[in-house]
């Protein structure tokens, strides 16, 4: 005889559920590409705000032709 298995729900609130999933974050990227017959540069930037804090960054690239 095999018992059915037994599943236990339970409410939660939108502010917990942000708690247990990470909480909540924005965010946003862009970049930029020129390129020329002597060169190309391309750049990025990306930025994420949470409530813990904002992180950034910037890479830029080159490549000679």
Same mark, same amino acid.
């Given at each position: 005889?095999?018992?059915?298995?037994?599943? %236990?729900?339970? =409410?939660? +609130?939108? $502010?917990?559920?942000?708690?247990? &999933?990470?909480?909540? $974050?924005?965010?946003? +990227?862009?970049?930029?590409?020129? =390129?020329?017959?002597?060169?190309?540069?391309? &750049?990025?930037?990306?930025?994420?705000?949470?409530? =813990?804090?904002? $992180? $950034?960054?910037?890479?830029?690239?080159? %490549? %000679?032709?």
């Amino acid at each position: 005889m095999n018992p059915a298995p037994q599943v %236990a729900t339970a =409410e939660i +609130s939108d $502010a917990d559920l942000d708690n247990v &999933s990470g909480g909540l $974050a924005a965010g946003g +990227s862009g970049d930029l590409c020129v =390129e020329t017959p002597v060169a190309t540069v391309t &750049s990025d930037l990306l930025a994420v705000a949470t409530p =813990e804090g904002v $992180a $950034a960054g910037t890479a830029v690239h080159t %490549a %000679a032709h």
